[in-house]
């Protein structure tokens, strides 16, 4: 049972991840840099991407400013 109600915010953490993953790549940044410019650690940044983490809004939101995009991109497909 406890499996069933996280395979929902496992499918949101991927979306979200694979989100980040293409605008970052839209901006030609590598993970190291955007990590850099918004202050997270490379590889959490990785995780996140990858659907292993969650991220915060703020950390959400950093992001969506240094590539450039709304930060309502990052939900499209939930």
Known sequence: MG????KP???????IGEAIRHHRKEATL???????KVDLNP???GEVERGEKI????????????????AGNFFCGL
Not at 57 to 69: D, F, N, T, Y
């Open 3 to 6: 499996n069933s109600k996280r």
């Open 9 to 15: 915010l496992l499918r949101h953490r991927k979306i």
């Open 30 to 36: 590598t993970q190291e840099e955007l990590a850099e």
């Open 43 to 45: 590889k959490y940044l």
């Open 55 to 70: 991220i915060s809004i703020e950390a959400l939101l950093r992001i969506a400013k240094a590539a450039k995009v709304p």
